[in-house]
């Protein structure tokens, strides 16, 4: 393995991103979709069209989609999780992309 010195500068940055948003945030892998429903209520705002509005973390758990409800207390934390693993992914694509650069400016050198 080559020191990280070796590698270009932007792949040491996202490296060091990467680490950051392992160590420091939980990831959540997932999408969020907020739902508006109906409690059945007569006399409630939500019978007059003004649904009650809540999030969602849609996800695959086992092959299957799940949809998980995000209590309100928990809210802000579940949103900075998905958002660390959005940044999380990429900056592998940037590691991947000079990564892949690399290994293929080595192999012409070669030929």
Same mark, same amino acid.
């Given at each position: 393995?080559?020191?990280?010195?070796?590698?270009? %500068?932007?792949?040491r +940055?996202?490296?060091?991103?990467?680490?950051q948003? #392992?160590?420091?945030?939980?990831?959540i892998?997932?999408?969020?979709?907020?739902?508006?429903?109906?409690?059945?209520?007569?006399?409630?705002?939500c019978? +007059?069209?003004?649904?009650?509005?809540?999030?969602?973390?849609?996800? +695959?758990?086992?092959?299957?989609?799940?949809?998980i409800? #995000?209590? +309100?207390?928990c809210e802000?934390e579940?949103?900075?999780?998905?958002?660390?693993?959005?940044?999380?992914?990429?900056?592998?694509? #940037?590691?991947? %992309?000079?990564?892949?650069?690399?290994?293929?400016?080595?192999r012409?050198?070669?030929?």
């Amino acid at each position: 393995m080559k020191h990280r010195t070796a590698f270009p %500068e932007n792949e040491r +940055r996202a490296r060091s991103r990467s680490s950051q948003l #392992i160590h420091d945030k939980p990831l959540i892998v997932g999408g969020l979709v907020e739902m508006a429903n109906t409690c059945g209520k007569p006399n409630c705002k939500c019978a +007059r069209g003004e649904k009650h509005k809540s999030w969602c973390v849609s996800l +695959r758990h086992k092959g299957k989609r799940k949809m998980i409800h #995000i209590p +309100r207390a928990c809210e802000e934390e579940v949103f900075e999780g998905i958002k660390a693993y959005q940044a999380l992914w990429e900056q592998m694509g #940037i590691i991947s %992309e000079t990564s892949l650069e690399r290994i293929l400016s080595s192999r012409k050198g070669k030929e």
